[in-house]
């Protein structure tokens, strides 16, 4: 099946830094997906991005589906983007997802 | 809509007791995700179903695991018997499914499982 992996595993910022997350899969994919897993366990979807750039806020993405990765951008990070980062992939058009192990982002004050 | 809904929130039992997880999609998505997540391997898809017919079970780790949906809003993953190393968190997923861009997951909010 698909590979999927992320760097880098941990991050720590200070409140207001940028900060980029990277996603490397091993196939060709029709759904790439972002999530953040808050501290209470939440997973929240953040960007559904088998190609192209996304914007939503102070995030944003970008797949380059030719060259197998994405990107997640997170701009002037706050304390509440802390948690973990999973990209997610599939080859299907199904969402029968492969998690990357996923970036754990620290932001303090 | 108040999102996919997973009971129980937690559960402690004990070694050979039977564990049922319990899930209800969000209304009008067509295909159920069952997905565990530990420490050590992360989150690995279990089951998925899609108008409740189970399409791919490859993720279910041995006959002790067992997942049914008998109608579109319900779902149930069971566990008999549960075994310490079934300890992690099950989330339970929903999405639109068919055309691309309408597959985005929605996750439950997990049922944290502990077996002593």
């Known amino acids: 099946g698909i590979q999927v992996e992320q760097s880098p595993p941990d991050l720590i910022l200070q409140e207001g830094a940028n900060s980029t997350l990277r996603c490397n899969f091993s196939?060709?994919?029709?759904?790439l997906q972002w999530f953040h897993q808050n501290p209470w366990g939440q997973l929240i979807n953040l960007f559904y991005?088998?190609?192209g750039t996304k914007q939503n806020g102070r995030l944003s993405a970008t797949t380059v589906a030719t060259e197998r990765y994405s990107l997640l951008y997170i701009s002037s990070s706050q304390t509440t983007d802390s948690g973990v980062y999973f990209c997610?992939?599939?080859?299907?058009?199904?969402?029968?997802?492969?998690f990357g192990t996923g970036t754990r982002l620290q932001v303090t004050l | 809509d108040a999102g996919v809904i997973q009971s129980p929130r937690h559960e402690v039992t004990e070694m050979g007791q039977e564990v049922t997880l319990r899930c209800k999609p969000i209304s009008g998505h067509d295909y159920l995700f069952w997905y565990r997540q530990t420490m050590m391997r992360g989150l690995e898809l279990l089951i998925y179903f899609n108008n409740n017919v189970p399409i791919d079970d490859s993720g279910m780790p041995e006959d002790r695991f067992s997942a049914k949906m008998p109608n579109a809003s319900f779902s149930t993953l069971k566990i008999q018997p549960s075994e310490p190393r079934d300890s992690a968190v099950y989330f339970c997923?929903?999405?639109?499914?068919?055309?691309?861009?309408?597959?985005?997951?929605?996750f439950g909010a997990g049922s944290r499982l502990t077996v002593l």
């Open positions: 196939d060709s994919v029709n759904n």
């Open positions: 991005i088998p190609s």
């Open positions: 997610a992939a599939d080859t299907g058009t199904a969402s029968k997802l492969t």
């Open positions: 997923a929903s999405s639109l499914g068919g055309a691309l861009g309408a597959n985005v997951l929605t």
